[in-house]
């Protein structure tokens, strides 16, 4: 009895040792955003220490890729919490604030899955009347392979 016993903790534990880690599409999505696209920018973006994972809308998706369809939204990335901890920001592109006195600020929606092999990451920086969207795609490694910029207007 006591073989058994000490063969399934090792079995069990063993098998948890080869359970993939969950891949977080907006926080990858986020760090070549911080890493690549503000790079390019001048001006200084407001943040929370928690970002808020907005809802995506099928009506939003990137205008700035034509060969874009949506096929099927993952409701699994629905289950995640809504909020997102920031990394250590370092950088001095970034404000850390704890609230917003005014209407500017980045907003990252959450990881939608276009299809089998691409999942989609909005985010949008919004600067009161106008807003800026980056349309991350992702592979279901979380290998980036591509992002486009867009915009609105209210």
Known sequence: MKNVVVKAILILVSYSGYCQEKIFYEKIAF????DSIMNQSKEKIKLQKKLE???FDPNWFPRCEK???????DTVFDNRSNQFELPNLTDNKFKIKNRFRNTEYVCLDKAVLLNKTTVLVNI???YKHRG???HILLDLK???LRYCKGGYTE
């Open 142 to 144: 979380g290998k980036i």
């Open 53 to 55: 994972r907005g809802a």
């Open 31 to 34: 760090e070549f955003y911080k």
């Open 132 to 134: 800026i969207y980056y």
């Open 124 to 126: 949008n920086e919004v």
């Open 67 to 73: 060969e874009i369809k949506i096929k099927e939204i």
